[in-house]
């Protein structure tokens, strides 16, 4: 995974304040997500299915929303 995928995925996760919520979510430290992000670190392979399942469930609570709101 690239940074800027982890970034984009971030950023549509969790808004301006990605990098704190992404951290937590992914329970790692700001500073190992820095890393990542900054290519010091490479990102570890399971991060992506993480960040596809709080996607999908984000996805899910949306719809829900959207549903209601019809």
């Given at each position: 995974?690239?940074?800027?995928?982890?970034?984009?995925?971030?950023?549509?996760?969790?808004?301006?304040?990605?990098?704190?919520?992404?951290?937590?979510?992914?329970?790692?430290?700001?500073?190992?997500l820095?890393?990542?992000?900054?290519?010091?670190?490479?990102?570890?392979?399971?991060?992506?299915?993480?960040?596809?399942?709080?996607?999908?469930?984000?996805?899910?609570?949306?719809?829900?929303?959207?549903?209601?709101?019809?």
């Open positions: 995974m690239t940074p800027t995928l982890l970034r984009e995925a971030g950023e549509s996760l969790y808004g301006t304040r990605w990098q704190s919520e992404l951290a937590r979510a992914l329970a790692v430290s700001d500073r190992t820095r890393r990542w992000l900054a290519g010091v670190n490479d990102v570890p392979d399971g991060v992506r299915a993480e960040l596809r399942a709080l996607a999908q469930s984000r996805r899910k609570a949306l719809d829900g929303v959207i549903a209601r709101l019809r």
